[in-house]
């Protein structure tokens, strides 16, 4: 089976966030089988897809998993299938997906983006637990819990640079009852061509720190359209690694645009 690892919310190799993604012929394997894959990749997501029978809602059923667990929305990892859809002939024009969240869709453009249809992450204010406040050492300015299929705390923090420089305990949130920690700020200098940075910790999945997580786009774009007064903005995540996701408001849907690009493709030889 042919195994592809691809930079995902970049335009150029080492960058952004890499995915494995595997093209399967028929149906999913036993659940086990899946998880082991992702453990023996072991990056932030394996994303698995099969095609399915034309005339029905979505042409390609796909699901995710960690090194450590299946979740129920990725959108890197979706970036990284649909971008090996385009690139290998296997799709053309709007691709749907069927997921554990939904359906979703990717369009390829001519210039090489991928523009994926999210829902949008609903988001309540809440109090910061004292838990939360002692992992991420730094002050913050505010905390919302995010809807089910996130399932993130997005963490305003006072500017670019403590998002840059936090160094969060991680043990601290390995036992926090959230998928992770999505910490924001708004950029110290918009000209440099993005609005918002954030990084995002997600030790509980066995990831870290995850460079560029595209579903917490999903909560970041209607935070940062509150606040900044528009509904196209472009966000900066990671930190040693990095990468840029533009984000447009359309209501209960999210668009999010970003670049690919396969850096490695071989076969694995273990079969189910």
Do not use: K
């Amino acid at each position: 089976m042919r195994l592809r690892i691809v930079d995902a919310f970049t335009d150029r190799p080492f960058a952004g966030n890499p995915a494995a993604v595997l093209l399967l012929e028929d149906g999913f394997p036993s659940e086990v089988w899946l998880q082991q894959v992702a453990a023996e990749v072991n990056l932030s997501e394996t994303a698995f897809a099969h095609p399915l029978p034309p005339g029905g809602d979505a042409d390609w059923a796909l699901r995710w998993f960690t090194p450590a667990a299946e979740v129920d929305m990725c959108g890197h990892a979706t970036l990284a299938t649909a971008h090996v859809l385009a690139t290998s002939g296997l799709a053309t024009g709007l691709i749907r997906f069927t997921a554990r969240c939904g359906i979703l869709t990717a369009q390829a453009a001519t210039d090489g983006t991928i523009t994926l249809d999210f829902p949008t992450s609903a988001l309540t204010r809440i109090e910061p637990a004292a838990q939360v406040r002692g992992a991420l050492g730094a002050e913050i300015a505010s905390v919302h819990d995010t809807s089910e299929h996130v399932g993130d705390l997005l963490v305003e923090l006072a500017d670019e640079r403590t998002v840059r420089e936090l160094t969060p305990d991680l043990a601290a949130l390995r036992g926090y009852a959230r998928r992770g920690i999505i910490v924001t700020a708004p950029a110290e200098n918009p000209s440099r061509g993005y609005d918002f940075v954030s990084r995002g910790f997600f030790p509980a999945l066995g990831i870290d720190e995850d460079p560029v997580t595209g579903s917490a786009h999903t909560a970041l774009a209607p935070f940062w359209a509150a606040r900044l007064g528009r509904t196209e903005l472009v966000g900066l995540q990671g930190g040693a690694r990095q990468g840029h996701v533009t984000v447009r408001l359309r209501g209960d849907r999210t668009l999010l645009t970003g670049n690919a690009v396969t850096v490695l493709d071989g076969e694995l030889l273990a079969r189910p």
